[in-house]
């Protein structure tokens, strides 16, 4: 085990500062609506700031530079359509959805806002929505686990499934101890710490270079299509890139911050603060990939994904390093807090006090959230413990699957004022079925990305059943209108 005094120190007073942060919100949360969504008081830059951390986590410090590092700057791509999607989802859903989710009946959680927005007595809704949460986010915070891992073993020598089990037990610790409000205000914290890191490494190296020029020059002499944007990619790869945006709109964890801000009239400096947040921090992490195909040159790594790991502890003095190695660790947290948040909230609150306990206690409903965190921890570790697992691979295959499942019903049940509960089960089972068949597929058209045929055909089956009846309840309709009314009224 590498032991580095300055590097470790640095390392612990961010963990410390992470955890109290934890104990603070846990003296604010008194309900499950505390929990699960701070009781809708998020300002507008702890909103904008959380839900880019919570976006980008270890993918942009790990999936992003190493994909780059192997493939030059043609993997730009994925971050441009993350970009045009993110604006959209900010521009086209964050505000109707926090007017609705409230509107009907204080919506929770998705699938409660799904439930209540068609009136579905029947339940499919809720039930149906909570399983592809569950399927996916357990994929997903897998994914951020390895990443965990991944910076435990490079930074500090530990044995993989060791390094996996302490990255595991930090995020639980303080997500279970203070819900929403701790992982929003660790978000926001993390989401400075991961700008700062995505400045001055790549500008450590270009430095080290001699310019910027030179390292252009260095690209290009090493393989000039590191340099080309559209270097060995094809039609559908170049596709496939660009369509890792439309997975915003389905997002829980994201949509999740939208139902938590204070006032939804904030929510349009927000969105330029997340925006101007998300362009930089994607600017540095493609920059770092780079950098690494220079700085490495004739010593190629194991595992790319360490690229911006190993980079910063090469450039930096042990005590940078321990603030950058935290930084990549706030980045990997930022997005597991809030997927094992909405997954406890979906125990809790969709299946719990539906169908087990209608009259629980908030106090016990608290309880179960809380266990929930543990178990869904140990459902991703179990995914995690694969030692050849790539964090880009898990995170693609969950957010297609969100993408697909839940991002045209959102659109849709937001837009068409007469749309059916029946259209948005039949749109959410397609969407996450064709992602599950259609990335188990290989060669010609199954090497798409499988979110654009997900999300096509789960928007063409919502027209199409939709079709043959339309809403007639006029409660439904009527609430539709006053939330469109509310938005006609705004200046956002």
């Known amino acids: 085990m590498i032991f580095d005094p300055p590097l470790l120190i640095a390392f612990l007073v961010y963990l410390l500062l992470i955890l109290f942060l934890g104990v603070k919100a846990y003296k604010r949360t008194h309900s499950l609506g505390d929990y699960i969504l701070g009781g809708r008081k998020l300002g507008s830059v702890v909103t904008a700031l959380s839900v880019g951390a919570s976006d980008m986590s270890g993918w942009l410090l790990l999936g992003l530079p190493g994909a780059i590092y192997l493939g030059g700057i043609s993997e730009v791509w994925i971050g441009i359509g993350l970009v045009i999607g993110a604006y959209c989802n900010w521009l086209l859903v964050a505000k109707p959805l926090r007017l609705y989710s409230q509107r009907a009946n204080n919506s929770l959680t998705l699938p409660d806002y799904f439930e209540n927005r068609f009136n579905d007595k029947s339940r499919v809704l809720r039930v149906i929505s909570a399983l592809v949460i569950l399927l996916f986010f357990t994929f997903y915070t897998a994914s951020g686990l390895v990443g965990g891992a991944i910076l435990f073993e490079s930074s500090f020598g530990l044995e993989y499934s060791l390094a996996l089990l302490a990255g595991a037990f930090i995020i639980v610790v303080y997500t279970f101890v203070g819900g929403f409000l701790a992982v929003a205000w660790t978000d926001a914290f993390q989401a400075m710490l991961m700008l700062a890191a ?38 559908l790869g170049f596709i496939s890139l660009i369509a890792w945006g439309l997975g915003y709109a389905g997002q829980p964890h994201i949509l999740a911050r939208f139902m938590a801000v204070e006032d939804p009239q904030k929510l349009n400096s927000s969105k330029w603060i997340a925006m101007s947040w998300m362009v930089v921090v994607l600017f540095g992490s493609v920059s770092t990939g780079l950098a690494g195909i220079t700085y490495f040159v004739g010593q190629p790594l194991a595992n790319p994904e360490t690229v911006f790991i190993i980079l910063s502890q090469s450039l930096f003095n042990p005590w940078i390093a321990g603030i950058i190695t935290a930084a990549i660790l706030s980045a990997i947290m930022s997005t597991i807090d809030s997927q094992l948040l909405v997954s406890s909230s979906v125990i809790s609150e969709d299946f719990y006090r539906v169908f087990v306990r209608p009259k629980a206690s908030e106090k016990e409903l608290l309880l179960v959230s809380r266990i929930a965190v543990v178990v869904i921890a140990l459902l991703a570790l179990a995914i995690a413990s694969d030692r050849n697992s790539r964090v880009l691979e898990l995170v693609s295959y969950a957010w297609a699957g969100f993408g697909a499942a839940f991002g045209p019903v959102i659109i849709f049940s937001l837009f068409w004022r007469s749309m059916t509960a029946i259209s948005a089960v039949i749109g959410m089972v397609v969407g996450a079925v064709t992602v599950v068949v259609w990335s188990n597929l290989s060669g010609g058209l199954f090497e798409l990305y499988e979110i654009v045929p997900g999300f096509l055909f789960s928007s063409l089956s919502i027209v199409f059943v939709n079709l043959f009846k339309l809403e007639q309840n006029e409660s439904i309709l009527s609430q539709y209108d006053d939330v469109q009314d509310s938005l006609a009224a705004s200046d956002y």
């Open 198 to 235: 995505l400045l001055i490494t790549p500008i450590a190296v270009i430095n080290e270079a001699g310019g910027a020029g030179t390292v252009l020059d260095q690209l290009e002499q090493i393989n000039s299509e590191n340099t080309n944007w559209f270097a060995n990619l094809t039609l």
